[in-house]
């Protein structure tokens, strides 16, 4: 078994202020955010954050705009796992924060690499998800290919809410 220290681009409770985001005035006299330009933009900063391609972010249709109001999203990369993001209003014209408890799983897969290069000496290459809620106990499956074509399954688990892992094939 590998035990890595706290790896790859964390952005474990990461705080971001988004651009003000436009109000839109709805039926009887309230008003809502408008959420697809929040999932536009979470999904644009986060992506680039995470170091990953692309995040798809998912909110609900309507949410009441106020200061202080929270709800919460779902981003989603590629080929991950879905990861909540809570969202807060900043104020009422549609300025809001977010937090998202998630990895890219980039340093890890680089860990399991050179790993079991070093243990087999045979080049290898890691496939896992792009990114992954940080949780104690969680775990996830890389798929391993070496360069004969043969793959093996590396499990890895979360050993602490700060990131660290540890994995064996």
Do not use: Y
Not at 20 to 30: E, H, K, N, R
Not at 33 to 50: H, P, Q, S, W, Y
Not at 106 to 111: A, G, I, M, N
Request: glycine share 8%.
């Amino acid at each position: 078994m590998k035990t890595s220290p706290r790896l790859g681009p964390l952005i474990r409770s990461m705080t971001v202020v988004v651009m003000a985001v436009v109000v839109l005035a709805a039926c009887g006299g309230g008003k809502d955010l408008d959420t697809r330009k929040v999932e536009r933009f979470i999904g644009e900063d986060a992506a680039a954050r995470l170091e990953v391609l692309a995040v798809s972010v998912s909110c609900p249709s309507t949410v009441d705009a106020g200061k202080d109001k929270t709800f919460t999203c779902t981003a989603k990369a590629p080929d991950s796992v879905d990861v909540d993001v809570k969202v807060r209003q900043k104020d009422e014209k549609g300025n809001v924060s977010w937090k998202i408890n998630a990895r890219s799983t980039s340093e890890v897969v680089e860990s399991i690499e050179q790993g079991i290069q070093k243990q087999k000496k045979t080049t290898v290459t890691a496939d896992c998800p792009d990114i992954i809620p940080i949780r104690k106990g969680a775990s996830f499956t890389c798929v391993v290919s070496d360069e004969k074509g043969g793959e093996s399954e590396v499990t890895i688990v979360e050993t602490d809410d700060e990131g660290s892992v540890t994995w064996a094939v």
